[in-house]
């Protein structure tokens, strides 16, 4: 709470259009950075447990996981896109005080969003019997694929509000209440997964209902702290419209639709991906997936450094502070790039013992150790694109870097991947993944010094 206050009364200073010294500067940077950081490291820990509790099922149980984690994310972001629209107008406007108008879009944004999400979850059901066949996954993992899927499309409601509502609370600068509440969902996860997976013998069933559960928790206290306690943004206390208005909409849509379709052409990306690594076998299918949530713990870092670097840009740009824009897009950066080098060091080192943590199956760990040992030099360059896309989203500017992702995976990554998975296997298709990302930071990176991105109406 103290922290809060404190990250509250330097925010004010950006919204006040008072003057910030550098160590004031790099001091809110840390505030709402540190907790954004632990949640998604707390975030990440929860998906190891979840994976090491499904590992220890055997490889198949942990192919059928793997095989729909893409999709999973497909849905998945495709409602944090369309929260995002919204999220980053209350940013907006809570930086240039006008707080009755941003709990306007809160209550757009609400509605807007379950309408949006239930649209979706209506056609995630529909295909959850095919999906796992469509990706060349084989009869004995297809089964438990689908019933993994089904359940998670099921949630998709669930998850969306618990996206906005910690959006719209990081976006109004309270970063503490959102990392608590992730932190806590993990532990929830444990204890539900735990008891679906070994007590009730569901196994991979056991898992989606786990996570569905934590989530249904986290969502209704997300919205409680959001509606009712936030001093900016409770909605509880007054009347209001949750009518969506033509103007709210548009601006959501103009910000989050590009997000939205690059989403959706990115983990068509990795679907294509989880194709090519599909004809390699089972061994390689649970590697490929271990191995992606064994790398997560080196990049959330990025993304809790670009969680903070949305809200103080987006502040920043409501107050019409232009400087201050720039300085904090540097420093956070700076500090993203510093925090994944140091965990891409401890990736490469540590490789046998994440993996060992992950699966007991000799095979999918000697594949598992080679693919993070290739991913741990691309960690400082991926640091860049996170954080730089974060800035971005907070400046409202989303087209050209969705582009931009959208250009380097499907031009650099998916040509490099279809070459070398051939003849070097699952190395092949994550040194494909390797230089793509060191290309596509060194690209915004330019972007970030070189480009049109900042943009102010002046009143």
Request: hydrophobic letters at 55%; glycine letters at 8%.
């Amino acid at each position: 709470m103290l922290k809060q206050k404190k990250s509250d009364r330097l925010l004010a200073l950006i919204r006040d259009n008072k003057s910030m010294s550098l160590r004031q500067q790099l001091h809110l940077v840390a505030l709402l950075s540190l907790p954004g950081i632990l949640a998604q490291i707390s975030n990440i820990i929860m998906q190891y447990i979840d994976a090491s509790m499904v590992g220890s099922l055997g490889a198949e149980a942990s192919a059928a996981i793997g095989l729909m984690a893409t999709s999973t994310w497909l849905f998945w972001g495709t409602t944090s896109s369309a929260a995002t629209g919204f999220s980053v107008q209350v940013a907006h406007l809570i930086g240039a005080k006008k707080e009755a108008e941003a709990r306007q879009v809160l209550r757009q944004g609400i509605s807007s969003t379950l309408v949006f999400s239930f649209f979706i979850a209506i056609v995630a059901l529909s295909i959850s019997p095919f999906l796992p066949l469509w990706l060349g996954g084989g009869e004995e993992i297809s089964r438990d694929a689908s019933l993994y899927f089904f359940i998670f499309a099921l949630s998709l409601p669930i998850y969306q509000i618990n996206f906005l509502a910690g959006s719209m609370l990081r976006c109004s600068g309270n970063i503490q209440v959102p990392s608590v509440l992730n932190v806590m969902m993990c532990v929830l996860d444990i204890v539900f997964n735990y008891i679906f997976i070994f007590r009730f013998n569901l196994g991979v069933m056991g898992a989606a209902l786990g996570t569905l559960c934590a989530e249904l928790i986290t969502a209704s206290l997300m919205m409680y702290f959001l509606c009712c306690k936030s001093e900016q943004m409770a909605i509880i206390s007054e009347k209001g419209s949750f009518r969506p208005t033509k103007e709210v909409v548009m601006k959501a849509v103009k910000i989050g639709l590009p997000m939205g379709v690059e989403h959706v052409v990115l983990c068509g990306a990795q679907i294509l991906t989880t194709v090519i690594v599909a004809p390699l076998g089972k061994f390689a299918i649970a590697a490929n997936s271990f191995g992606v949530t064994a790398e997560s713990l080196c990049y959330m870092p990025g993304y809790g450094v670009a969680d903070a670097a949305t809200t103080l840009v987006g502040q920043s740009i409501g107050a019409k502070r232009k400087e201050l824009v720039k300085r904090f897009a540097d420093i956070t950066v700076l500090l993203g790039i510093a925090a994944m080098t140091i965990m891409g060091i401890f990736m490469y080192f540590a490789a046998p013992l994440l993996m060992d943590i992950l699966t007991p199956v000799a095979e999918i760990r000697s594949l598992g150790i080679s693919a993070l040992r290739i991913e741990a030099f691309a960690e400082p360059m991926f640091a860049a694109s996170i954080v730089c896309y974060g800035i971005f989203v907070g400046a409202g500017d989303t087209l050209v870097p969705a582009v931009m992702n959208l250009g380097s995976i499907w031009l650099v990554r998916l040509s490099l991947a279809a070459l070398l998975a051939p003849v070097m296997g699952l190395d092949g298709v994550w040194l494909a993944m390797c230089i793509e990302l060191i290309f596509r930071g060194l690209i915004f990176l330019c972007r970030l010094k070189w480009g049109n991105w900042i943009k102010i109406k002046q009143s």
